[in-house]
């Protein structure tokens, strides 16, 4: 095996970098940081939108199982179509597609904004918009997770890049849902559909600032059915990523019931209003946030297999204590726990993913993801929906919680044999140096 002799601790390594520059490393790099500005703000306009929109279809409706239907709406497209939208993504320009995708996403918030101002909306507009939104989210989740590696001219900051990426959905996602549980009440909820609109804007201005080199596009042009069937069996054959994925996919099917289900517990659990809701969201984002900040913060992505375990185990927990509260500032806080919990599971998932995936891979094995993550949803939606409608809300969200503490004891029992090989692979593609043989792994990647 080639040494890798570039790798001698030196001290630019990030493991030798200290405190805040550790942290935010990869915005060292100029077009990852004009992305991480430009999505920074248009991501508090998606949260923001999405608690007005599952606020909106509750008052409209009344009805559980709707909120089950719009969730279904806006989600099965990213199931049926991430696929093809990942071989897409290995073949053409991810820059050039992501302003597009950015552009479409941006016109059907100001669309909703229109219906909802003029006083027009009805269910079915909310529906057939959530179904546009949801082509365009099947395109956008394996070019966007896929084009982050372009940003980055450095492997050793990816891991740094991903978890900044999570930090920065979730600091969205502990102002967005605040600030819209505020509008609603003082404006309603068009209001947040119209900010969503314009702050789309500041993505799209920063992907047009960025510097790109020009990228190698794939000549042969093989039919999208073998690329397809290429990718699948790549992800499936190989166990590290083939266990993410199935533990990504049961977490997501199962744990995430409560997101679709939580204007029932704002409203009739914890008997509050929009703004009990979106400070549950907030907590959840919260939490979230200090999950992604730790990620941010640690020396290499050493360690991270083994603390997928530990994560999907919390995040069960959370959601099963949070299924049986009554208490509003107890749910807060399990909210908390549950952002934490999920954050350090599906990151730390995506930072495994992104570092041993073969390059020419990596826009199908991504699109895999976002089938496993969000195209999970639609399925989580309508499952909530259902059970929810027969058992309760509570009942429903403590099986899910339930059923996250089951598949992390099913991975489990293969991390011995991901470690190993996620290892090798990490000392190959020039991640982490090679250790002699028998060197303990190092301390700073302990939980």
Known sequence: MEKHSQMKPDENRPENAAGLERFVRALRHRNYRLFYGGQSISLIGTWMQRIAMSWLVYRLTNSAFLLGVVGFAG???????????GVLADRLNRHRMLVVIQTLAMLQAFTLAVLILTGTIAV???????????????FDLPTRQSFVVEMIESKE???NAIALNASMVNGARLVGPSL??????????????????????????????????????ETKRTHIVQRLKEGFSYAFHFTPIRSVLLLVSLVSLM????????????RDVLHGDSHTLGFLMAGSGTGALLGAGYLAS???????????????????VGLIAFSLSRFFWFSLFLMLLTGFGMMMQNTSG???????VDEDKRGRVMSIYAMAFRGMAPFASLLAGGLASKIGAPNT?????????????????????????????YIRNGIIPELDTGTAEPSEERW
């Not at 079915?124 to 099947?138: E, Q, T």
């Open 397 to 425: 969200v403590m099986i899910g919680g339930a059923s996250c503490i089951f598949g992390s004891v099913l991975y489990a029992r293969k991390l011995s044999l991901i470690t190993k090989m996620v290892r090798s692979i």
């Open 255 to 266: 744990g995430m019931s409560h997101t679709v289900l939580m204007p029932v517990f704002a």
């Open 350 to 356: 995506n930072t495994i993913l992104q570092s041993i």
């Open 157 to 159: 900051d990816l891991g």
């Open 180 to 217: 819209a549980g505020i509008l609603v009440a003082a404006m309603g909820e068009g209001m947040c559909f119209l900010l969503n609109g314009i702050s789309y804007l500041a993505v799209i201005v920063s992907l047009l600032a960025m510097r790109m080199t020009s990228k190698k596009l």
């Open 75 to 85: 989600q099965i497209p990213i199931f049926l179509l991430s696929p093809f939208a």
């Open 124 to 138: 079915w507009h909310i529906i057939v918009l959530s179904i546009f939104l949801g082509f365009v989210d099947a």
């Open 298 to 316: 640690r020396k290499s992505v050493l360690g991270l297999e083994r603390l997928i375990v530990v994560a999907t185990s919390i995040f069960g």
